[in-house]
């Protein structure tokens, strides 16, 4: 019905929305609970919960705007902000300055300076796009132990707030009759583009502001509809709607998992649940009476507050424990959620939104002391690029660097600087071209480091090498053929004399992040199109196979386990050699096998095309001895991860290989 009733509503309190925001807290809570039955995780669905809020949301925010608007004709952005403010920025604030004392003690370096970055995000309500750009996916295991990740979702809410008012007013003023339509046509517009970009970017559609916006809007749509329609509809059929509506929000919850698009789709029948619910429940209907009972609305109540402190009390745990959390754990963590929460809502939540209690001069004091307090701590912990010396170095183990996110960083540092320095290929005999992803990218690292034992080379890499796949050369594959094109027409390409292709070869893949709508093939199909094209331009080939990859040990790295092993009241356990005894041992008995398998198919593909091929495994591991490199002799990390060389670690194995006769041979014109 586009035409707005001129008649003046009333905003009235209704229970079953705080028992909507109580099923919304609890799936969330128990969602990232992460609880393991009989070998199932239950409420992987729960994730829906967030949408469950912004449906909410948007509901009682339009309802507010254009109440103000019918009763006074006006709309006060100030009030409208202030109110906000007044509900978010106490608690946030409070949850942030808790949280950062258990920062100190237990975030390595580049984390906490994360968490500080993370803090800036979510107090100016951007927390969706730094998550985004700082590679955090939600739903991974990792992004589990990132305190604040949860407030990208105040940054979506946030970011509608700001535009959305305005929409309002303008259609109030100006296109009043046109209202639902422009609604509707605003969020089938965003049900669109969440479509496009599930196929196309998935990360960034979860966490895009437009992404979300249509969740939103189906919340204004049931607000303007409540407030504009005097249609009394009360029959049994309309008493099954709510019914039908938190049927689909509970089968959703339960049968929704990580493998479900999302929000795409799919993502429809929860908001279609909560619609019918918002739209058709009330204190007379069979899911009005359970959603408003006294202890769904009691949750509902205390909802934002244990929504902020979940996240950070799950992660820090986990943090603490190294993952190993018991159900028992989860259960004790719930319920000192539940105490946070209820005491934080008392003392902080209510009387901050009572301007008789808390003046607006007395927010604006509040607000910007905390933000100067925050601002100060956050700029101290960057500056002091993580206070490194809160990790104090073992005797012996000096080198040994905690901070893998750091190493990872250090690990791009040298192909920047040669594109800088020398983007093009010197005049040299042999000039070698590493393709592959990240992987290449480490055989990068260990040639160009010691190419000064390697007369008559010069190294490169493709520059988009960490995101390209081997696959993208699968010629089969049309929609790879301007990703291929742009490589083969790049001066690297055309003026390499080798082309040396190292990479971690998948056998199900996207090409490139660009290009995530593009069907997923196989590294291994690809290569031979590869081999065969670089062949008929004359250039030399060698195929590298996998490098070794290994499992962790409680969520720990092999050298980092050792390490944290390590009894230094007991000098001989505290010495190099016997920490490196003991590491190389414990990385060979965690080696994955099956990585090794895939190498001996590349090899097979190599010797029929017959182009030289070269094992990375004995430069890292004797079998023989079952042992790996965890160490240089200098006492650094080989590795920092499952299977990436630190830079320290990419020298010394690179140092191999120019000492290894037949490796030059293959590389050589």
Known sequence: MNKISTRSPKLSYRAEIDGLRAIAVISVILYHAKMIVLDMELFEGGFIGVDIFFVISGYLITRIILIE????????????????????????????????????????????????????????????????FSTTEYGADSALLTPLLHTW??????????????????????ARTYFLTILVVLLLLSLQFSLFMEERNSDLNFYFPFSRFWELAVGSVLALRELTDCEKRDNSWVRLLPIVGLYLIVYSIFSFDNTVPHPSLPTVVPILGVALVISFASKDTFVGKLLGHKAFVWVGLISYSAYLWHFPVFAFWRIETLGNVSNLDKVGLIFLIIILSTLSHHY????????????????????????SISLVLITLIIKNNGFEERFSKVVGLANHERDNAKLRKKGWLLLEDRKKQNPKFLNVPNKVL????????????????NRDSFEGFDFLSFYDSAHYQINCFNESVGEYESVRETFFNSKFYKDATVILISTQFRLNAYCHKQYLDMPHSSDLEALPYLINRAKTDGKKVLVMGNTPEFRVIEMKFVTDYVFDQINCSDNTDCNFDTVRSKANQLLYAQMDEEIQEITKEVKNIADENYVGFYDKLPIMCNHS????????????????DYGHYTLEGAKYFGAKLANDPSFVALISE
């Not at 992987?439 to 260990?446: I, K, P, Q, S, V």
């Open 625 to 640: 001895k079952k042992v790996c490199d965890a160490y240089t002799t200098e006492g650094f990390k080989t590795l920092y």
């Open 348 to 371: 902080i939540e209510s009387p901050f939104r009572k301007r008789e209690l808390i003046t607006r001069k007395m927010l604006l004091i509040f607000l910007l002391t905390s933000l």
């Open 434 to 449: 590493v393709v592959g992803n990240s992987h290449g990218r480490d055989t990068f690292n260990a040639l160009y480091q």
């Open 69 to 132: 608007l019918y009763e006074k004709g006006t709309f006060s952005f100030l009030n409208f902000y202030e109110r906000r403010a007044r509900r978010i920025l106490p608690m946030l604030f409070l949850v942030i300055f808790v949280s950062i004392p258990f920062a100190w003690l237990k975030l390595l370096p580049s984390d906490l300076i994360e968490f500080a970055e993370s803090i800036v995000a979510s107090l100016f309500f951007g927390s969706n796009f730094f998550f985004y």
């Open 153 to 174: 979702s105040l940054g979506v809410e946030e970011q509608f707030y700001l535009v959305f008012p305005i929409i309002v007013i303008m259609a109030f003023k100006y």
